[in-house]
């Protein structure tokens, strides 16, 4: 059974930095296609940052582009999203998905594997 844990969120303010991390437990990282989404209160959720399976090619959101940054190590089995320049408009649940197509895709329905989330608070 495939686990993601999300961990690495918390308040901060506008300008800071924040690194996300998703453990991954009973499947090798690197052969799922690992998408971040995000869910702010009242809001739908959203694609945030995507990896390919077994690649390094990445995918991002306009609104995070140049902002922020998806990576993989394999080694620790585990993903991150490192977010820089973060705004208030940035403040959301970020969730860790996977699925075990070779694609990364937006729409979150089509991800087999879902984290717990973790909250991400953003002050002005």
């Known amino acids: 059974q495939v686990q993601l844990v999300e961990s690495g969120g918390g308040l901060v303010q506008a300008g800071d930095s924040l690194r996300l991390s998703c453990a991954a437990s009973g499947r090798t990282i690197s052969d799922l296609s690992l998408g971040w989404f995000r869910q702010a209160p009242g809001k739908e959720r959203e694609f945030v940052a995507g990896i390919r399976r077994r690649y390094t090619a990445t995918y991002y959101a306009d609104s995070v582009k140049d902002r922020f940054t998806i990576s993989r190590d394999n080694a620790k089995n585990t993903a991150y999203l490192q977010m820089n320049s973060l705004k208030p408009e940035d403040t959301a649940v970020y969730y860790c998905?996977?699925?075990?197509?070779?694609?990364?895709?937006?729409?979150?329905?089509?991800?087999?594997?879902w984290g717990q989330g973790t909250q991400v608070t953003v002050s002005s």
């Open positions: 998905a996977g699925r075990g197509e070779m694609s990364v895709v937006v729409p979150g329905r089509q991800y087999n594997y």
